[in-house]
């Protein structure tokens, strides 16, 4: 790795990745969000900030929700349940899940109890009873694909480990009581907070095609070694450094990340790093801590 490399992963980083059709979903929520009566905001348990739609309140007005924090058997709970309180102390209902394990019958009886009072007040109108409409929105690649999917009891939605699968909003039902309106993946214009960009870049929920991969993957490890170093050591016998270049070159031959003559192949590097996040074999981590806030 040359000087001018090493420099330049101290260098601030630039992610920008909005593309027109979540411009397009905001617009779409905003004029049905008259026909909703609950929203399911999902987030990635990892990221309980990051990973959080900051100006969520702009188009999904002041309706009821319920916070959806999924991957719950890839945080750290400790630190999650944090986020949890917090989240609960600014009023949110909030549900932690395994969505590939997890029953979700609470997550139905919740929504049907918050509504509750409002379907009594119909009945008393005279008005006939009708479906509760739910409103499922998150950011990319935070299972809300597979959390609609076990809600239904069969595959309707597409499901990928990457950003972007569902494209456009549409209705789903689950059971004679409950319909759900999918929305694609929703992020902002720009990141303004260096360190939501980086965890967003390090759970996928921005494309690796526009990411700066190598200063995601030094955001990692310098993570890890603020807050797990026991899983860098774990997982790759990587003590305590001082130099992250020097990291990288112990990760790369613990991995067998080389090249013809034995040097560092420094992309196969954030290949293994990014690979080992996603499939949760660094261990439960949660990136985000209730400091920032």
């Known amino acids: ?22 411009a397009k979903t905001k617009r779409l929520i ?48 400790e630190e999650t349940n944090k986020w949890i309180k917090y989240y609960e102390n600014c009023g949110y209902k909030v549900m932690l899940t395994n969505l590939m394990k997890d029953r979700l019958n609470n ?20 008005l006939n009873n009708r479906k509760i409409r739910v409103l499922v929105v998150g950011i990319p690649n935070v299972g809300k694909s597979t959390l609609i999917n076990r809600l239904v009891g069969k595959k309707v939605v597409n499901v990928g480990n990457k950003p972007g699968v569902t494209k456009q909003l549409n209705w789903i039902r689950v059971d004679k009581d409950i319909e759900l309106l999918d929305s694609p993946g929703i992020l902002w214009p720009k990141f303004d907070n260096d360190v939501v960009a980086l965890n967003l870049a390090s759970t996928t929920a921005i494309k690796e095609s526009v990411l ?9 490890i310098e993570s890890l070694k603020q807050y797990y170093p026991e899983y860098l050591m774990k997982r790759y016998q990587l003590e305590d450094y001082d130099d992250i270049v020097d990291a990288l070159d112990h990760i790369g031959k613990k991995r067998g990340c080389l090249v013809k003559g034995g040097e560092i192949d420094y992309d196969k590097v954030y290949d293994v790093v990014l690979n080992d996040i996603k499939s949760g074999l660094i261990g439960s981590i949660t990136l985000d801590r209730c400091d920032y806030v």
């Open 1 to 22: 790795m040359s000087k001018n490399e090493k420099n330049n992963l101290s260098d601030k980083i630039q992610i920008n990745w909005y593309p027109g059709h979540m």
């Open 107 to 126: 997550l139905i009886n919740l929504t049907k109890d918050m509504l509750k009072e409002e379907f009594i007040k119909r009945q008393e109108k005279g």
């Open 212 to 220: 700066p991969i190598d200063k995601v993957v030094i955001h990692i």
């Open 30 to 77: 905003s004029e049905n969000i008259n026909h909703i009566d609950i929203v399911y905001e999902v987030v990635d348990a990892r990221i309980p900030y990051s990973s959080k739609i900051k100006d969520i309140d702009n188009f999904i007005s002041n309706k009821k929700r319920i916070m959806i924090m999924t991957k719950a058997d890839m945080c750290d709970r």
